[in-house]
């Protein structure tokens, strides 16, 4: 029985035998399997993307906005943004620094807000 009989395929993945020789290319193969599986995982488990910069739909699901209620947050200079010809990317951590600014407490704001004593 030859190498490629003995090859038998388990859930789309190739079982090796021990008198087979595995290439460079295979360990090259299975380190970029390997690798997009581990990002996959991490980005499903964390629900953070794994991108710094991200674009507008992608911001506006991660919120749970709407592209107007976006553009509103840009204009009025709440949400900082970056554009690159045509495309506008916003950075993952300026999104998280907003919320954390805005984060409110049963009602209440924890910005530190003044106040001005009258009189």
Not at 90 to 114: A, S
Request: aromatic content about 8%; glycine content about 8%; charged content about 30%.
């Amino acid at each position: 029985m030859s190498a490629t009989d003995k090859k038998q395929k388990l859930g789309g993945h190739t079982q090796l035998f021990g008198e087979q020789l595995v290439t460079l290319k295979d360990l090259h193969d299975f380190k970029n399997e390997l690798l997009l599986e581990v990002k996959k995982s991490l980005k499903e488990n964390t629900g953070q993307p794994t991108k710094k910069w991200l674009k507008t739909n992608e911001v506006c699901k991660i919120l749970g906005v709407s592209i107007t209620t976006l553009l509103t947050l840009r204009i009025n200079g709440v949400l900082p943004y970056s554009k690159i010809g045509g495309c506008l990317y916003f950075d993952y951590e300026d999104i998280l620094k907003v919320m954390d600014e805005n984060k409110q407490l049963h009602g209440k704001t924890t910005k530190t807000r003044k106040f001005y004593r009258l009189g």
